[in-house]
């Protein structure tokens, strides 16, 4: 069985911050994949950044990192440079591409 | 490309009535999965299906019938509508049913049952 948490119902970040989401998790497998999905306000589920637990660098994708800590099963996103664009539901996963398991999401505003 | 197409958008539903939410892919995805979305739960595995004629239970199955004849379409069915079902819907599909594959997921189905 795996569990994602997310613990920040609502984040704010000002455009051209900084902002961290957090996210937990529990899976017995023993080599798994996490995610960060992002859904505007069009309900579009976008993937933002995957890692790949084996791996011990963190994911990068332009402005979007990880901070991926096995021991303490943490994966964290970071936002830079926030745009107005990024305001969204985000959402950690894990599992497999057919069979993912959500966070409850974190709602990112972003002001001017 | 089209992607994941869901159809319908929208739908209204009356208590007890049945009713099957359309997917259907283009890429010659083996695997595709559908979720539900409710508010302050995230999105849950309903079924899923590893290939033509392949379907397995996900989280929650309960009310929900699929079945995988071809490649390109995975069909939900609700047998008897309940206002619980009353949530978004989304289908997803992959090239491989694993982590270094890209899920990719149709537009949702908001589904009210009054």
């Known amino acids: 069985a795996q569990t994602v948490t997310q613990s920040q119902p609502e984040m704010s970040v000002q455009e051209a911050e900084t902002v961290t989401l957090s996210c937990t998790y529990d899976?017995?497998?023993?080599?798994?994949?996490l995610f960060w999905y992002k859904q505007p306000p069009s309900r579009q589920m976008i993937l933002v950044i995957r890692?790949?637990?084996?791996?011990?660098q963190n994911a990068t994708e332009n402005r979007f990192s990880v901070n991926f800590q096995k021991a303490a099963k943490s994966f964290s996103l970071k936002i830079s440079d926030s745009q107005l664009g990024d305001a969204a539901m985000y959402f950690c996963?894990?599992?497999?591409?057919?069979?993912?398991?959500f966070g409850t999401g974190t709602r990112l505003q972003v002001t001017l | 490309n089209a992607g994941v197409t869901q159809t319908p958008k929208f739908q209204v539903l009356k208590t007890g009535q049945s009713m099957t939410l359309q997917c259907a892919q283009d890429?010659?995805?083996?695997?595709m999965s559908w979720y539900r979305q409710d508010p302050g739960m995230g999105l849950r595995l309903i079924h899923y299906?590893?290939?033509?004629?392949?379907?397995d239970q996900g989280e929650v199955p309960n009310g929900y019938n699929v079945s995988r004849s071809t490649t390109e379409d995975f069909p939900l069915r609700l047998l008897s509508a309940a206002p619980s079902q009353t949530s978004v819907y989304f289908c997803?599909?992959?090239?491989?049913?694993?982590?270094?594959?890209?899920?990719?997921f149709g537009q949702g189905t908001r589904l009210t049952v009054v």
């Open positions: 997803a599909s992959s090239y491989s049913p694993g982590g270094n594959t890209e899920a990719f």
């Open positions: 899976t017995s497998e023993s080599d798994y994949y």
């Open positions: 890692q790949e637990a084996y791996k011990q």
């Open positions: 996963a894990t599992g497999t591409a057919s069979k993912l398991t």
């Open positions: 890429m010659n995805h083996e695997y």
């Open positions: 299906s590893v290939g033509a004629g392949i379907t």
